[in-house]
């Protein structure tokens, strides 16, 4: 298992084909959920992937814990952020026990990398407080861009994996139905949907225009009510009362 992480580890560092993108969303969800949260609360975060979000999570959380399975993505991050505060677990998902509760747990991008992301969603409720929020962040396969494309005859089927999610590692998409759906069998109550940066081209094609950060931004603020067309998801979800 330790090999097939390690494996994707190029595609976290400088110089990934699709380094743009992930510089945007990876910096505008976590700045969603810190809207959201109040700085005072317990979080546990799975997964360190590029590294942006439990670089910023750790300066605004109390208390932050972040658990992943790769030596080499760990040791990635500390090289590039040596001042974080969060403590790092290395432990894979499905035997982590961090022997308390949080407030707030983040599961940002992982469940499009997992073999079976319904035993982790299941497996993590018993570590979310009573009162405690969930947030799940995953890639749209029904994005806009991709919907122009499949229209266009250029890409066959939407939910089919770029070359882009092979580099990363990525076993499936979600859509707003699917992940709804998966959310739904394993006991969570859905409280927000948002979408993560409306996107209308190709990263190619978007790089070409040199836009202003402010449009940019713009694509991520309009994208928030428009989940089913942006290049990710963001749920807000509750454990289901019994």
């Not at 040791?75 to 407030?103: I, L, M, R, W």
């Not at 759906?181 to 996107?199: H, N, P, T």
């Not at 931004?217 to 089913?228: D, F, I, L, N, R």
């Amino acid at each position: 298992m330790t090999n097939r992480l390690d494996s994707y580890l190029s595609a976290y560092g400088k110089g990934f084909g699709f380094e743009f993108d992930n510089n945007i969303m990876l910096n505008w969800y976590p700045e969603r959920i810190m809207r959201l949260c109040n700085g005072s609360e317990s979080l546990l975060e799975l997964g360190i992937g590029h590294g942006y979000t439990t670089h910023r999570f750790s300066q605004f959380f109390s208390q932050h814990v972040v658990v992943d399975g790769s030596a080499s993505v760990i040791e990635q991050f500390h090289e590039q952020f040596p001042d974080c505060t969060a403590k790092v677990v290395e432990s894979y998902f499905e035997n982590f026990e961090p022997g308390q509760q949080f407030d707030v747990i983040v599961l940002g991008f992982i469940l499009e990398h997992v073999s079976d992301p319904k035993a982790i969603l299941q497996r993590f409720k018993q570590f979310l407080k009573p009162d405690g929020r969930c947030f799940v962040s995953v890639p749209n396969g029904q994005s806009l861009h991709r919907r122009f494309g499949h229209a266009a005859g250029l890409l066959e089927d939407m939910m089919a994996l770029g070359s882009g999610d092979l580099e990363l590692g990525h076993e499936r998409l979600y859509s707003v139905d699917s992940l709804t759906r998966e959310l739904d069998a394993c006991g969570y109550s859905i409280v927000r949907k948002e979408g993560i940066f409306l996107k209308p081209m190709t990263t190619k094609q978007l790089l070409s225009l040199q836009l202003e950060p402010k449009i940019v931004q713009a694509m991520c603020e309009v994208g928030v009510e428009y989940p089913e067309l942006s290049c990710g998801l963001l749920f807000e979800v509750r454990v289901t009362a019994p």
